[in-house]
């Protein structure tokens, strides 16, 4: 198992929110078998597939919401429906709704994995300056941070939302951003995602160190060098 070593005392290490500190998966599952049975067995085995391509397009979606082209309400409708045509399935507008109002009920419910209370707690007594950087809605995501307890581990102020700062990934703008407003001149920065396109992508182009949490085994959409690759936090060594 390759490891990533990081200096606990010289580096500052950012976080994603969704689908990096918590799995987002669990909570789409759950509201899918219980708003849209007749699409999950139909699915069966692929619904892991159908779930990375609902995440593929809202990433897609993003920069028509934030050019005010569409709604965000919209955006979340739609990657269901573009999804659903990938494997031959038709979700209405309505069924939309339906299972993103189910979505959202059942976050309300998420946990933090045990491996990533582990990590937080060991960078938190080795006193490392940690953060996140998410997009989203403010309340949404503030809904997420209260409801898995986040402000136990990260400063208020080391939590960064896009629609609060008006920036979003994968804009470089909003790594530098963050870098300039923490004064993280003198870290080395780590920013762990587990998007390619928001993550990697976007911190590639900055001071930043990307960290690529694949843990659904994706294929990188392109070759390129200056990120590393973890599919368990375990394999981040803190030194």
Known sequence: MTKVKIDSKYSAVFFDLDDTLYDLMSPFTKALQNKLPHVYYALGDDIDEFFLATRHYIDGLWKEYLQGLKTL?????????MAGRDFDLTITKEEGISLQTQYEREQSQITLPSETEALLRKLNNKKTLI???????????EDKIQTLELTRYF???KMFIS??????KPQPEIF???????????????????SWHLDIE??????????????????PKRKTEGYYEITSFNQLDIL
């Open 163 to 168: 629609d609060e700062i008006g920036l979003a």
């Open 73 to 81: 309400q919209e955006i979340r409708i739609q990657r269901y429906q």
């Open 176 to 194: 530098n951003y963050v870098y300039d407003h923490c004064q993280l001149q003198d870290y080395a920065c780590y920013y762990i995602g587990d």
């Open 202 to 219: 976007g911190a590639l182009q900055t001071n930043w160190y990307p960290i690529w949490f694949n843990h659904r085994n994706r294929a």
């Open 131 to 141: 953060g996140i950087i998410t997009n989203g809605t403010v309340n949404g995501q």
């Open 155 to 157: 400063p208020k102020d």
